[in-house]
């Protein structure tokens, strides 16, 4: 028979005090409780006990509260006491761990705001991306595409009673004119259940009719205010003109909220797809991919199992086109991807929308920021126990006047988190006034606003709080261990065990720094490799205004001779595509000696006369193009060297070999020398440049001599706004846009560069920290050494030598964990730097260098003191 | 000498009597069988508290038993004070009842 009384209640009562009085009275209770039990049964027993906990409780309660504020009120005057008395620890504590705590925060609010993309739509939790692998159509490096083809939203909606709402866009760039006012504007061309699928704030218009008419014009509240300023902008007509100059007049249905920021896609102006050219022959075509499909599942439908049905969507539909009839093997796999991941999962997707995320930076960011916190919790530990000597005193106090080891560890841990709540008001400091920077420095805008949210602040306490504890634990378990007799006696000395652990601590904190270190300089080489290599593109100089003005393209010739005219226009040319970004491929078949199967994937890229010449692109084989030898009826060939092998030529027999690309017949005149005319990242794939004289082109580019790049831009601009009165004048340098191809790169070269800087000034800190207080345990050491006949050097070597042993030890064990991390980072771009042992050396030199200086400012210090100084107290 | 309350006086005896078994939970007993009432435990811890603190009793940790859950018993012993104690209130009401008796008989 069970004779115990109520778990929960003894418990509470347990709970409620220590002392040997209160045991043997719950004691008597339990054998009181026993006896009722016999006399009256379990329920009067229960219920006696019960009232036993109401009685005895608020007064104990009462009573530990009081004790545990007086004796925390006296923790935290013992706390700031030693703070004050220690002014030079308590710096290196506290900005240790305010730098460590401002890393964080601050990347904790970017990884927050990369995780909060898409998440604003109202159902973002069950809308999905339709993406599609199209096999054996591999394009830079995958075979997954973001595309889909256009019936696909709303046939997907009308065969499966899961899909709640279907809509599909794609992107646009127009001109939109009122009146004289005339934009060039990025846009979506949707369709389906737009404004169900995604939720925007609206100003005027109603979301479920908006779109309906093929007509129809949706803006955002900028584009609104642009093009009509503070009219109603509602019922009033757009026109749209396409770079063909056919021009489409809407009329505006709805206004809406600029697109949040963390928006993966972003638009000024919707406008239905019913108006667009191939509308209805899209809608039929199914091997053609060109908008992005979205569907938002019911509540109750599971993704697994409607992924299950999409082979069978695919093979009724997709399958049945004239192209996979003939392709089968090619037939596209679709998968489902989540809107809300579309942001930092997209690495593999052709054709994602303009994102810039990356799961692995949020990896990797975490990790950083994780490391520099962990290095500034280790300065506390490390300091905390190297002094535990000089507190070692008041533990022996306190213990024997009665204080047992938790009133000792709450003691130290409270100390910790005095600390870190100081450290933290620090932090806050720097990054309210970093955050800004900190933004810029990511790419991404962080305003301060998150100042506002309790959210911030609770995570920024939690962390502060959490930090403390972490941090403090270990002096706490350290110091709260001392056996109060020999501390007394004064017999305790620095144990084994913790030297042991605290050179450890150290050793952790340099090798990660190292590790960093080797990290940024890898970094630094490869991204000053790319921005320097020779691409056999010249990128200097080179302007290209992009332009869609049909108009301007069919006097191309006029426009060219009166750019020339400027005495500082080197040479002018045109190219379809960004001369640095060449990424339209093609698929040929039937050249010279080839036979019927064999087929060639290749890059393609129409330019005009003069091409070649600027960018001083090298021919290997034949000529380049030339005007003299120039013939409407055929197109112009070069390749480059890297689609001879497909191709099955050696550079001199493809010359004169007839070809045929985008339809356009003509010979091969020449072979150049390969060049990157996509990212480093990649192989360099086989490439034809053709001569297009026939068709429109998108990129005037200019070639530039002189300095005032503002002037011959607003002359440039002067002579293109003559001829293209109603577009807008754009334009980039090559050079620049080259660098933009590896923006994110350099962002994380720039970010990688300060915290391995920050990383390096805690560690160095700590370091200090402990030198000091090292070289203060030995200064009467040193007194007797120095009046025995040491010199300066000596001393120095005395006090450096345990610390730089260390350093070494670190270095050792981070070189072959940086080289393994460097060398997985480089193995994302085809053309990278090799490691040299030389990064290593640099590395390795710096820190020690650095840790020298650190614990030498403390040993010449003490070296030069006088001796006398340090012994007559003797 | 302060005079013992009733309720000193009657513990004070239990304990004396009880000998080693003068811990809370006989003490009661005792009090309840003497009495005839019933003290609760809470009640009689005041006094056992004030009579330590007074000098009269002293107490001392005894074995654990598994029906308390394995906590020791708080053994009480009278000490010579508390022994005078309670010799001077027995002197107290030897004085005070003389001659009372035969009236109280004679009533009844």
Redesign the interface.
């Known amino acids: 028979m069970n004779m115990k009384p109520p778990k929960l209640a003894e418990k509470i009562l347990s709970k409620l005090q220590y002392d040997d009085v209160w045991k043997t009275t719950l004691g008597d209770f339990e054998e009181y409780y026993s006896y009722i039990k016999e006399k009256e049964g379990k329920a009067a027993a229960n219920r006696w006990y019960w009232q036993q906990v109401v009685r005895y409780a608020p007064s104990k309660i009462i009573h530990k509260i009081y004790w545990s504020v007086s004796m925390f009120k006296n923790y935290l005057k013992i706390a700031f006491r030693s703070l004050k008395k220690q002014k030079s620890y308590s710096f290196i504590n506290i900005f240790g761990l305010a730098i460590g705590l401002t890393c964080f925060v601050l990347i904790g609010l970017f990884i927050q705001y990369e995780l909060s993309y898409d998440t604003f739509h109202k159902n973002s939790d069950r809308t999905y991306r339709v993406v599609a692998k199209q096999p054996g159509n591999e394009y830079q490096g995958s075979e997954w595409f973001a595309l889909t083809p256009t019936a696909m939203a709303t046939t997907l909606k009308r065969d499966f009673p899961e899909v709640e709402t279907a809509a599909y866009f794609g992107q646009t760039r127009t001109l939109l004119t009122v009146d004289d006012l005339t934009f060039n504007e990025r846009g979506l061309i949707a369709d389906g259940d737009f404004f169900q699928t995604f939720s925007y704030q609206w100003y005027a218009g109603n979301s479920n009719t908006a779109l309906t008419d093929p007509n129809s014009i949706i803006l955002t509240q900028t584009m609104a205010q642009l093009l009509f300023g503070d009219e109603n902008p509602i019922g009033k007509s757009v026109d749209q003109v396409y770079g063909t100059g056919k021009e489409v007049t809407k009329t505006i249905t709805g206004v809406i909220a600029d697109p949040p920021k963390n928006s993966h896609f972003n638009f000024r102006f919707i406008v239905n797809d019913q108006t667009t050219p191939y509308y209805k022959y899209n809608l039929n075509e199914w091997s053609n991919t060109n908008v992005y499909t979205f569907i938002t599942l019911n509540e109750e439908a599971s993704v697994k199992e409607f992924s299950e049905k999409l082979p069978g969507f695919a093979d009724t539909y997709i399958a049945a086109s004239d192209y996979y009839q003939s392709n089968p093997e090619k037939l596209p796999i679709h998968e489902l991807q989540p809107l809300e991941d579309i942001h930092l999962k997209s690495s593999y997707l052709n054709f994602n929308p303009g994102s810039s995320g990356d799961i692995r930076y949020v990896y990797m960011f975490s990790i950083i920021a994780i490391i520099i916190l962990l290095i500034a919790c280790v300065n506390y530990m490390n300091l905390s126990t190297a002094r535990s000597l000089t507190r070692a005193k008041e533990v022996g106090v306190r213990k024997a006047s009665g204080a047992i080891r938790s009133n000792l560890m709450m003691q130290f841990i409270s100390e910790a988190v005095v600390i870190s709540l100081l450290s933290i008001i620090a932090a806050a400091s720097i990054i309210v006034a970093f955050l800004p920077t900190f933004g810029e420095l990511v790419g991404r805008e962080l305003t301060s606003q998150v100042f506002l949210s309790w959210k911030f602040w609770g995570f920024t306490l939690t962390t502060s709080l959490f930090v403390g504890i972490i941090s403090g634990s270990y002096p706490a378990f350290y110091m709260s261990r001392l056996k109060p007799a020999l501390i007394l006696k004064s017999q305790v000395k620095g144990g084994k065990g913790n030297i042991f652990l605290r050179n450890l601590l150290v050793v952790g904190q340099f090798t990660i720094t190292i590790v960093l270190l080797i990290g940024s300089i890898v970094v630094f080489k490869q991204l000053d490799y790319i921005r320097t290599t020779d691409t056999g593109l010249e990128r200097d100089r080179v302007i290209a205004i992009s332009t869609t003005d049909s108009e301007l393209w069919d006097r191309f010739e006029t426009v060219k001779s009166e750019l020339l005219k400027k005495p500082f226009v080197e040479s002018v040319s045109s190219s379809q595509f960004d001369p640095v970004y060449m990424s339209s491929r093609t698929t040929i078949s039937g050249w010279e000696g080839s036979d019927d199967e064999e087929k060639l994937q290749i890059y393609i890229s129409p330019v005009g006369f003069g091409f070649i010449e600027m960018l001083d692109v090298e021919i290997v084989a034949g000529r380049s193009f030339d005007e003299s030898f120039y013939k409407e009826t055929s197109a112009d060939f070069l390749v480059n060297e890297a689609a001879l092998p497909g191709l099955g030529w050696t550079k001199e027999e493809a010359l004169g070999k007839s070809f045929s690309a985008w339809g356009n017949e003509g010979t091969i005149v020449g072979v150049v020398k390969d060049f990157n005319f996509l990212s480093l990242y990649q192989e360099i794939a086989p490439l034809t440049i053709m001569l297009s004289n026939k068709y429109h082109q998108r990129y005037v580019l200019v070639k530039v001599t002189g300095s005032d790049v503002q002037e011959t831009i607003t002359s440039l601009e002067a002579t293109f706004k003559e001829f293209s009165p109603s577009f807008p004048f754009s334009y980039s340098f090559l050079d620049d846009s080259y660098e933009n191809m590896y923006r994110s790169d350099l962002r994380l070269g720039t970010i990688f560069n300060y915290f391995t800087l920050l990383a390096l000034v805690i560690a160095s800190l700590g370091l200090f920290g402990l030198a000091t207080f090292v070289t203060e345990q030995r200064t009467r050491e040193i007194g007797i050494r120095k009046v025995l006949g040491a010199d300066l050097l000596q001393i120095i070597s005395l006090l450096n030598k345990d610390f730089l042993k260390l350093v070494v030890l670190s270095f050792l064990i981070a070189a072959p964990i940086g080289w393994f991390v460097a060398q997985n980072w480089l193995q994302d771009f085809a053309f990278r730097i090799e490691l040299s042992p030389i990064t290593f050396i640099i590395a390795g030199l710096f820190t020690i260098a650095v840790a020298l200086a650190t614990v030498s400012y403390k040993s010449v210090k003490t070296g030069l003191a006088n001796p006398i100084d340090s012994l007559k107290n003797e | 000498m302060k005079l013992l309350t009733r309720t000193e006086e009657f513990i004070l005896l239990a304990v004396w009597k009880l000998q080693d078994e003068a811990?809370?939970?006989p003490i009661?007993e005792k009090l309840n069988e003497i009495t005839d009432k019933d003290w609760s435990?809470?009640g009689i811890?005041m006094p056992l508290e004030r009579l330590e603190k007074r000098g009269y009793l002293k107490s001392s940790?005894s074995d654990?038993?598994p029906?308390?859950?394995g906590?020791?018993?708080?053994i009480y012993s009278l000490t010579p004070s508390g022994k005078e104690a309670l010799r001077y209130a027995y002197e107290v009401q030897q004085t005070i009842w003389s001659g009372v008796p035969q009236l109280m008989f004679g009533l009844s």
């Open positions: 811990y809370s939970i009661q435990l809470g811890y940790l654990s038993t029906e308390r859950g906590r020791h018993k708080r």
